[in-house]
């Protein structure tokens, strides 16, 4: 480990943070609102245990939409939970409703979208189309625009959102939905301001966002006091995300090795951004398309949004 990660390591070892209770979240059972088992030992796929049992159609109908999409088409790897996935796939069709599916979008150096954004949101859709294919309620695909993100790397609030309102548009011409992390994490209440950092941060994770602070990180303090804070935002907005869409699909640009920063409860898909072979995120990207495609077509280090 190097001395920055192990600086922030010791950090976090002597930080106290308290965890706490959370009275009214709550996770989505068939259309109705259930209080949401808040048992710091619960494991993903908890908020099904106690549903009905799935019919053997339900079932073979779960996994034929779930290998519509999950082919290397598209994923970078294996998804996190491919049972919790067919579980989660069920679920909405048991209801007829739409596969839900989340991701974050962040922000980089530019100001405004161009050709990366609407081929990375193409990609999007061609996800989608497959699952239409397969399942004729189709996708539902959600944007979670990474404010918090952005200002903590320094942009101003009317770059972001400059940026995020095109990002807004461009995604409702092709049917998906987006919302604002930071109003998820203020809705939040107590869980938006008690970090679980009572489970180990992998030193690869920190040495990652250490390395990711150094290229985009321009805000007050250190790298490393930017790194830290950016992944105690992170422990925070993973219970957020997975509170606010239960029973939903995350999608992540960023491969297994962040596992950690992401929602615990829910399956996780490591997907490609712009094409096959390309996981660099679209924001990173110049705007030329020339550009893009010189410098994409490789697998990219870790960038966290």
């Given amino acids: ?31 109705r609102a ?35 999409f999950n082919t290397w088409a598209f994923k970078r790897e294996q998804p996190s939970d491919p049972q919790l996935m067919v579980r989660v796939i069920a679920d909405a069709v048991t209801r007829q409703a739409p596969i839900p599916f989340v991701l974050y979008w962040g ?3 530019r100001h405004e979208a161009a050709a990366p954004e609407a081929q990375c949101l193409d990609f999007l859709g061609a996800l989608a189309a497959r699952v239409k294919a397969a399942y004729a309620p189709g996708a539902a695909i959600k944007l979670i625009l990474t404010d918090t993100h952005a200002e903590l790397n320094g942009h101003c ?15 409702e011409q092709r049917g ?28 690869e994770t920190l040495s990652s966002l250490i390395a990711s602070a150094e290229k985009w990180y ?4 250190t790298v490393q006091d930017g790194a830290l804070t950016y992944l105690r935002m992170n422990l925070i907005e ?18 297994s090795e962040l596992r950690s920063l992401f929602p615990t409860l829910l399956p996780i898909f490591y ?15 110049p705007a030329e398309p020339a550009k893009c495609d010189a410098s994409a077509n490789r697998e990219n280090p870790v960038e966290p949004n």
């Fill in 1 to 31: 480990m190097s001395s920055s990660a192990a600086s922030i390591a010791n950090s976090l070892a002597t930080s106290s943070f308290t965890r706490e209770r959370e009275i009214h979240p709550f996770v989505a059972s068939y259309g």
């Fill in 34 to 68: 259930s209080p949401c088992n808040d048992n710091p030992g619960s494991s993903p796929g908890d908020q099904f245990t106690e549903r009905t049992p799935l019919t053997a159609n339900i079932l073979a109908s779960a996994e034929k939409i779930q290998r519509s």
């Fill in 107 to 109: 922000k980089g150096p």
């Fill in 157 to 171: 609030r009317q770059d972001i959102e400059r940026y995020f309102d095109e990002i807004r548009f461009a995604a």
């Fill in 176 to 203: 998906f939905d987006s919302c604002w992390l930071g109003q998820l994490v203020k809705a939040a209440g107590n869980i938006g301001i008690a970090a679980p950092l009572e489970e180990a941060v992998p030193a």
């Fill in 218 to 221: 321009h805000g007050g303090g």
């Fill in 238 to 255: 993973q219970r957020v995300v997975e509170r606010a869409f239960p029973g939903s699909i995350f999608v992540t640009f960023n491969g």
């Fill in 271 to 285: 997907m490609y951004s712009l094409r096959r072979g390309v996981a660099v995120k679209p924001w990173f990207l």
